[in-house]
């Protein structure tokens, strides 16, 4: 099983995604997770590149290959082999983020965005994605440490990113499930478990 989790920056995934890891542990399930772009050493290398300050432009195509090509080695090198071994995969974003940031958010065409993303991991996407959905200026409350480079876009910029993911949901509800994270900790929690449960009932030859 593959599972991601999305949303804008500030949503809560690295609060949620731990706690989502340990709950499909306790269900007997083998838990491999990672991020995306990272978790191989090419990844967390461009991973530098895209998110640190730098004195040099980079434009929005530039951007969303670099994080193709990151994803491209984290499908080859990490995710396939954890699937292959039987694990359950939980990635911290995916496909979706380069689709709604430099599509949605930047400008570049959304439907070709998806192409290639199909094409960098050979076609490999979630089961289930879950996103985060938050209000922007509640978003930016939350985040006390200093700024990434994506995290420095603007509010406008972030407001398009929110809007692209809940119109990527709409589009695909068998695929893409919004959870509400303007609540506590646990209950936003109990809402991602309850969308990875259904989805497990519905899919039982996935256990």
């Not at 979706?96 to 070709?112: E, F, I, K, R, T």
């Not at 996103?131 to 406008?156: I, N, S, W, Y």
Request: proline fraction near 4%; include cysteine.
């Amino acid at each position: 099983m593959f599972f991601s989790i999305d949303g804008g920056d500030g949503a809560g995934k690295s609060t949620q995604i731990p706690l989502f890891c340990d709950w499909l542990r306790s269900r007997g399930l083998e838990v491999a997770s990672c991020r995306d772009p990272g978790s191989t050493r090419l990844g967390e290398a461009v991973r530098r590149i895209l998110l640190d300050a730098h004195d040099f432009p980079m434009g929005r195509m530039s951007e969303m290959l670099l994080y193709m090509a990151a994803r491209a080695q984290l499908t080859e090198e990490v995710i396939r082999p954890a699937l292959a071994a039987g694990k359950t995969v939980v990635c911290d974003r995916y496909l979706l983020a380069n689709v709604v940031y430099q599509g949605h958010a930047g400008g570049l065409d959304v439907g070709s965005l998806w192409q290639v993303g199909l094409i960098a991991t050979g076609g490999l996407l979630p089961d289930l994605t879950i996103v985060l959905d938050l209000p922007v200026e509640k978003a930016a409350a939350r985040r006390t440490r200093p700024l990434d480079r994506m995290e420095q876009q603007g509010r406008e910029f972030h407001e398009r990113v929110r809007r692209g993911f809940l119109d990527e949901a709409a589009r695909q509800p068998d695929r893409i499930v919004v959870v509400q994270a303007d609540r506590s900790v646990d209950e936003v929690q109990q809402a991602v478990r309850r969308a990875a449960s259904r989805w497990l009932d519905e899919h039982p030859q996935r256990r």
